[in-house]
């Protein structure tokens, strides 16, 4: 799985562990068990995976039903490389609140980053039609990504449709479509999604990368040439603009 999709699926996986609006626990203890889940997702954060931990184990003491403190324990214990018990506070949390989407979509993304593509769009899907979620398009995009990274490009290109039908506004929707459109050999839609991209976020490196790809591609040497330029002015250091640079001038004619 490409450093994209992990990073992608590794936010989804921290915004599961906030999303829950919830108000003040009654009982001291069962609010003491959330803070500390807070506390571990900023120590998770910055690194400082021991602490995190001893922040985790305090709050599923205190207050072990509620569901942001199991997602938030999946979190850690995936960092510490300890999927067994990352699985098992994922599952937990679905298990706590199983008409939770956003619980859906931490196990679905913890599925897919750890090989179990069909159970992670499975979990994708199942968010993605639960009436209670209000951003569909985020749990059918993931979806798209786990199936692109079992190498499967049609079914990643169905899901990710899906998602335009939801929400037709958000850029990590085109730049996985458009990435998928290129590696199926579609350029010219892809070029466009790119396209839709640039004009509604701000250009990434990988962006960039996937852009002048296509237009070598397409054998557009003009517009080839200028997201070429454009990675060397705005990303000189990136390892995107390494990789160009490593390549042949080309020369727009």
């Known amino acids: 799985m490409n450093a994209r999709v992990l990073a992608m699926l590794g936010v989804a996986l921290f915004a599961a562990a906030r999303a829950l609006a919830q108000s003040p626990a009654p009982d001291p203890t069962q609010e003491a068990g959330r803070i500390n889940a807070r506390l571990a997702m900023e120590y998770l954060k910055r690194g400082q ?29 995936e960092r510490l490389h300890e999927n067994k018990a990352a699985e098992k506070h994922f599952r937990q949390a679905v298990k706590i609140a199983p008409d939770s989407p956003e619980a859906q979509n931490a196990l679905g993304a913890y599925f897919c980053r750890n090989k179990q593509q069909a159970k992670g769009e499975e979990m994708f899907v199942k968010a993605a039609n639960n009436p209670l979620y209000r951003t569909p398009f985020v749990a059918y995009t993931n979806a798209g990504v786990c199936a692109r990274s079992a190498g499967d490009l049609e079914r990643a290109e169905r899901y990710l449709r899906q998602a335009l039908t939801s929400q037709v506004d958000w850029p990590e929707t085109y730049a996985q479509l458009a990435g998928v459109l290129h590696e199926r050999g579609n350029n010219l839609h892809a070029r466009a999604f790119v396209e839709r991209y640039l004009a509604i976020a701000p250009a990434t490196a990988d962006m960039l990368l996937l852009g002048y790809n296509i237009e070598v591609s397409m054998k557009d040497e003009t517009a080839a040439a200028g997201f070429r330029t454009r990675l060397e002015k705005e990303f000189p250091d990136s390892e995107q603009t390494r990789r160009v640079a490593s390549q042949p001038e080309r020369n727009p004619g």
Not at 55 to 60: G, P, Q, R, S, T
């Open 49 to 77: 995976l021991q602490v995190a931990q001893e922040k985790i184990d305090k709050a599923l003491v205190q207050n072990p039903r509620d569901v942001n403190v199991q997602l938030s324990a999946g979190l850690v214990y």
